[in-house]
């Protein structure tokens, strides 16, 4: 997340030279893309984790650091 991003609120990930921006609500790919398999762990991660995203876009914009998230295991 980046702290001048625009809504809707929404993450970067990157995989194998390719670039996706993913939804926060729902884990979607909203633009860009990833392949297969590194698309449905990181939509599987957003799940995990909706709670923790909503928090870290709330404090990106408001200038408070963003809290770390545990990686998929």
Not at 30 to 41: D, E, F, I
């Amino acid at each position: 997340m980046n702290i001048e991003d625009h809504p809707p609120a929404h993450f970067h990930a990157e995989y194998g030279g390719e670039e996706a921006i993913v939804l926060v609500g729902n884990g979607e790919i909203y633009r860009g893309a990833l392949p297969g398999r590194a698309g449905r762990l990181v939509k599987e991660w957003a799940l995990l984790h909706h709670g923790e995203l909503d928090e870290n876009w709330d404090r990106a914009h408001s200038g408070r650091p963003l809290l770390r998230i545990a990686p998929l295991r």
